[in-house]
């Protein structure tokens, strides 16, 4: 269809002039009305690009990327030239840019150089009824900015499904348009029977159901993350290999979620061949923010992966829930943009309508805040976080929570201001942990150790295939090594099981028992060692495209540190542009800063909305994280154990080629990290991690966490080796990544530390006063101040009672004297 007889299209007077008289407007577009790509287009055509660049906010990259090139195609001009993208790592602008799609993480990146955003003459926030983390910190940023920047700056607020009366008085009662679609009628099929315990296998079913006996058309299938995903595209492409030829024709099964490389979303946009019929299996990254031409057949699961976190035990619950009745409407329109449609949902209607929530909680209410409460304590803006004017506040406890952590963290000082360390930590795209211990990794001679550690954090799941640990592959069963299959998509490794060869290095990497960072550094270089080969990755269990990943994002961090580490500085010469791989077209220089995601490694904020694509794993015994090194015995993990308790540090090698003994005197493989430059890197993971530490039981291997609130919870099946002592005990102190709750409190991806490392950390952990850290008065101070201002009182009135009762005298003499000469005034006159 041509763009210009898009609906939005019929209101563009209307936009134009609001856009010109008020501050901020609020544009409601339904699904196919042409907002997302064509209001942008409708401003740069009235004139606002000449005063400035318009900028476009998605939440997820990959809808920044896409429509960029949607809109560049349309005006039939060089991506990068009047129409580019900025996203995490990449800036596809240049000088002549005039409509600029942007992550709103890069948006809040560019606040922190530049907080007025002089390069903007107007900002268009998409996808606002998402209710990002970082949309909803821009809600409150640009509400001040619109009314108090020098040179106007123009916001329209844009959604399919928006509370507008809501946004409007938020904004002071701006204007609001609501713009019809261009849809088709789509006719919505409820399951008799709920599926939504198996809706995998009911969404498998369904899909080839569609594909055999339903007209042409494309089908898309919603799922909750990405392991979910890769295992219907697995499922499906099996079962149409299974069907005799005569039974239906071709189908293409594609994947499509944020963390799939680039060159794999873009075949999601690609037609079909002729005589094919795509299936695109997605996140609930295709409800609004990427359209896939071609839809008929929408298989609605009625499922999210959400992760909620609680401020009071620092546990993050990562699961599986109904979407919104919101989202289920989004969902089935996708099936009626080119024609009409069917949405089969693979739920009741009685658990549509009584069972799932109006709307999704904003992330804001539901994620840690730690992050988004450093980043706003870096702007050059005074803002008092607990005061800040959020759309939906957050709850009080969390925001004391992010303060807390910040300061074990010396990321804020007891007054609540920001840092050295903690402004340059607000530079790193990375959780605030991982940035922190990149500071101490600097310091401590271990840099480059602690990025591949960053890096190898940074996937959206598990390396290892299934959702295993590696313990778990290492005594997994002899079958499973023989039922080896390279997956599908992408050259991933398949999840049946690892050669013997596999087991014997993967052994081997844990011997010495140091946990899962320690593992994942030690995977990192014997992956390097083999020539990043994929064949090597299928033979230890290891998913090729995560690693492959992990390298991607190293190389990114690597940018922007630079070779000395001189960007882990504020101002810091680092990594080439602030990091930012940036696509040149006219010979420019790219603008200072370091334009970041607000969130996460690798994209991890915008994954987390679409699910983590972590499956659960079930509970089970611990024993083989409790056995003692099998080559090394019992003296040699005793010995080992005194040292740590000791806080000696001489060692005479480790890694994969010691077989886990720093007794035996054998030097490390080439390209693998020495053991003092191994202790040096749990040092920096310690200090990095000094708000996540964990004190194992006198008697057994539960663990109680440290902080505010304390909690018992044991070690994941899923994590690596952790030597045990000849009584079967863990490491008394523990870093862990992650905190989570799968129906038992787990430890999760942990690295054993020496106890004079803590010790030095402990006293940060106590007597912290949230009020001052907030910016606030202490209660001591809060209380000298009331006292004062009452013992001023008192004083006052002492003061005037004197003087009233002064006065009061003076007035009783002087009418005395009075009466006195008045009495002898008449006696002379009677003489």
Not at 111 to 138: F, M
Not at 686 to 714: C, D, K, W
Not at 793 to 798: G, K, L, P, S
């Amino acid at each position: 269809m041509d763009p210009l007889q898009l609906p939005i299209r019929k209101y563009q007077k209307e936009i134009i002039a609001s856009v010109r008289a008020n501050p901020v407007t609020v544009v409601i577009g339904e699904t196919g009305s042409g907002k997302t790509t064509q209001i942008s287009q409708i401003l740069e055509e009235a004139g606002f690009a000449s005063s400035g660049v318009i900028g476009v906010t998605q939440p997820r990259r990959v809808a920044a990327v896409t429509v960029a090139r949607r809109v560049a195609s349309e005006k039939k001009v060089e991506l990068g030239q009047e129409v580019g993208y900025a996203v995490r790592f990449e800036d596809r602008t240049s000088r002549r840019t005039c409509i600029k799609y942007l992550t709103d993480g890069t948006l809040l990146r560019e606040c922190l150089e530049d907080s007025e955003l002089s390069r903007y003459s107007v900002l268009v926030l998409d996808e606002a009824h998402e209710r990002s983390l970082n949309t909803d910190i821009l809600f409150g940023l640009l509400k001040d900015l619109v009314l108090r920047r020098h040179r106007p700056l123009k916001l329209v607020v844009t959604s399919a499904t928006l509370d507008g009366e809501k946004f409007s008085a938020y904004f002071g009662s701006c204007p609001v348009f609501h713009v019809p679609g261009r849809t088709f009628p789509v006719d919505v099929i409820h399951s008799l029977e709920d599926h939504t315990q198996e809706y995998l296998a009911a969404a498998v079913d369904t899909a080839v159901d569609i594909h055999c006996n339903h007209p042409a058309g494309d089908i898309l299938l919603f799922l909750t993350g990405q392991a979910e995903i890769d295992k219907a595209v697995r499922q499906l492409n099996d079962a149409v290999r299974s069907l005799p030829p005569s039974t239906c024709g071709d189908l293409i099964v594609l994947p499509i979620y944020a963390a799939l490389p680039p060159e794999m979303q873009a075949r999601v946009f690609a037609p079909a061949p002729a005589g094919c019929r795509r299936c695109i299996v997605a996140t609930n990254i295709a409800e609004t923010s990427v359209t896939v031409d071609g839809v008929v057949y929408v298989v609605d699961s009625g499922m999210v992966k959400q992760k909620e976190y609680n401020p009071r035990t620092g546990m993050d619950s990562l699961g599986v829930t109904p979407i919104s009745r919101v989202q289920a409407t989004q969902r089935a329109g996708r099936a009626g943009r080119t024609r009409a449609g069917t949405c089969f949902r693979l739920y009741t209607k009685k658990f549509f309508e009584r069972e799932m929530p109006d709307t999704t909680a904003p992330e804001i209410q539901r994620t840690s805040l730690v992050a988004a409460v450093l980043y706003l304590k870096s702007l050059p803006l005074s803002i008092d976080v607990l005061a800040f004017d959020f759309l939906d506040p957050p709850a009080a406890e969390s925001l004391q929570d992010a303060l807390r952590q910040l300061y074990v963290l010396d990321a804020i000082d007891v007054d609540g201001n920001v840092t050295a360390k903690g402004k340059a930590m607000s530079l790193l795209p990375l959780d605030p942990s991982l940035a922190r211990a990149l500071l101490a990794a600097k310091e401590l001679g271990c840099l480059h150790q602690m990025m591949t550690v960053a890096a190898m954090l940074s996937p959206e799941s598990s390396v290892f295939v299934g959702g295993k640990g590696p313990e778990q592959l290492v005594a997994g069963d002899r079958q499973g090594q023989q039922q080896q299959q390279q997956q599908v998509v992408g050259g991933r490794s398949g999840p049946a099981g690892i050669s013997d060869q596999g087991r014997a290095l993967l052994k081997e990497l844990m011997a010495d028992g140091l946990g899962d960072h320690i593992l994942l550094l030690r995977l990192y270089e014997a992956w390097e060692q083999a020539g990043q080969s994929i064949e090597w990755c299928r033979d230890i269990g290891v998913d090729g495209r995560s690693m492959r990943f992990a390298r991607d994002i190293r190389q990114q961090l690597e940018r922007i540190i630079g070779p000395d580490g001189g960007g882990l500085e504020p101002g810091g010469g680092g990594g080439g542009g602030g990091g930012r791989q940036r696509q040149q077209h006219d010979g420019q220089q790219p603008p200072a800063g370091r334009q970041q995601q607000l969130q996460g490694s690798g994209g991890g904020a915008e994954r987390q909305r679409e699910g983590g694509g972590r499956e659960r794993v079930p509970s089970s015994g611990g024993s083989g994280r409790q056995r003692e090194g099998e080559r090394g015995g019992r003296e040699e993990v005793r010995a080992k154990r005194d040292r740590d308790q000791r806080g000696d540090t001489g060692s005479t090698g480790t890694g994969p080629g010691s077989r886990g003994s720093r007794e035996s005197g054998k030097r490390p493989r080439r390209g693998f990290s020495d053991a003092a430059t191994v202790d040096a890197l749990r040092k920096a993971i310690v200090i990095g991690f000094a708000n996540r530490l964990a004190r194992r039981m006198p008697m057994h291997n539960g663990y109680r966490t440290l902080g505010e609130s304390s909690t018992l919870a044991q070690l994941h099946p899923s994590c690596a080796r952790v030597a045990a002592d000849e009584e079967g005990l863990l490491p008394e102190w523990l870093v862990y990544h992650e905190l989570v709750s799968t129906g038992k409190v787990f430890l999760s991806k942990v690295c054993p530390m020496r106890a004079d490392w803590v010790q030095a950390i402990l006293p940060r952990l106590e007597n912290i006063d949230v009020n001052r850290l907030s910016g606030g008065k202490t209660r001591e101070q809060a209380l000298a101040v009331a006292e004062a201002k009452a013992a001023g009182t008192a004083v006052a009135d002492a003061q005037r009672a004197v003087a009233a009762e002064r006065r009061n005298t003076d007035g009783a003499v002087a009418a005395a004297r009075a009466r006195y000469l008045a009495r002898k005034a008449a006696g002379k006159g009677g003489r």
